[in-house]
């Protein structure tokens, strides 16, 4: 099984209590890290699987953990490479201005995925960001410089 998941991730629904093996797994998600949504919970809610997951494919935050998808190292590293990943972030991630504020840093579309509470704290949006929130229909947006 090691080597058909080591081919391909998706190998991984088919491998019933191998789900659970941590070697198995993460061959298996190396390939494609969306993989994941096959492994068991247990591995699901293992960081370090979830942050190489991630890593491959930001849609493995979607099958992660709730707590993980809590975690704001996770969820950085999701949105390195989309800012989509937003959709699979904890509704309480979201609602943390401070947490938000790191990940406008990364990317400042996060917001329109932000509570407005979170839009409108101005700590958030002193943030220098690679995009600019203003195109994003922001109440209170700044002009971009």
């Given at each position: 099984?090691?080597?058909?998941?080591?081919?391909?991730?998706?190998?991984?629904?088919?491998?019933g209590?191998?789900?659970?093996?941590?070697?198995?797994?993460?061959?298996?998600?190396?390939?494609?890290?969306?993989?994941?949504r096959?492994?068991?919970?247990?591995?699901?809610?293992?960081?370090?699987?979830?942050?190489?997951?991630?890593?491959?494919?930001?849609?493995?935050?979607?099958?992660?953990?709730?707590?993980?998808?809590?975690?704001?190292?996770v969820?950085?590293?999701?949105?390195?490479?989309?800012?989509?990943?937003?959709?699979?972030?904890?509704?309480?991630?979201?609602?943390?201005?401070?947490?938000?504020?790191?990940?406008?840093?990364?990317?400042?579309?996060?917001?329109?995925?932000?509570?407005?509470?979170?839009?409108?704290?101005?700590?958030?949006?002193?943030?220098?960001?690679?995009?600019?929130?203003?195109?994003?229909?922001?109440?209170?947006?700044?002009?971009?410089?």
């Amino acid at each position: 099984m090691l080597k058909a998941v080591s081919c391909s991730g998706e190998a991984l629904r088919y491998a019933g209590g191998l789900r659970d093996d941590e070697q198995v797994v993460r061959a298996a998600i190396s390939t494609d890290g969306a993989a994941i949504r096959y492994a068991s919970l247990a591995m699901r809610d293992r960081k370090e699987l979830v942050m190489q997951a991630v890593s491959q494919n930001w849609r493995a935050l979607r099958f992660a953990s709730a707590q993980l998808r809590g975690d704001l190292d996770v969820v950085l590293q999701a949105l390195r490479k989309n800012v989509w990943a937003m959709e699979y972030v904890s509704p309480a991630l979201k609602a943390n201005s401070q947490a938000m504020k790191v990940a406008c840093a990364i990317n400042g579309r996060v917001l329109a995925y932000c509570p407005p509470a979170v839009q409108n704290d101005s700590e958030v949006f002193a943030v220098p960001s690679p995009a600019c929130p203003r195109f994003f229909g922001l109440p209170g947006s700044p002009t971009c410089g």
